[in-house]
């Protein structure tokens, strides 16, 4: 490798590190915002705010034993 390609790495590493604190911080705020809804007097609103943010290749197929 040469010398250009390392710092071109080490640009491109800090750049992908970045965005992925920002996208943390965005998913932090995003997750106190759904679960600010669990405060209702309703449980039922907060289930339904919580499984519609989880993607569907998460959600389980089947039930534990």
């Known amino acids: ?3 250009n390609d ?3 790495a080490i640009a ?5 590190r970045e965005a ?3 996208n ?3 998913a932090e705020t995003n997750w ?6 669990c405060g209702e007097p309703s449980r039922r609103s907060c289930a339904r705010i919580t499984a519609s943010a989880l993607p569907a290749a998460s959600w389980p197929t ?3 034993v």
């Not at 106190?32 to 809804?37: P, S, V, Y």
């Open 1 to 3: 490798m040469k010398i």
């Open 6 to 8: 390392i710092t071109a």
């Open 12 to 16: 491109r590493s800090k750049k992908e």
């Open 20 to 22: 992925a604190i920002e």
């Open 24 to 26: 943390g911080k965005e």
């Open 32 to 37: 106190r915002t759904r679960f600010a809804a």
């Open 62 to 64: 089947s039930s534990p």
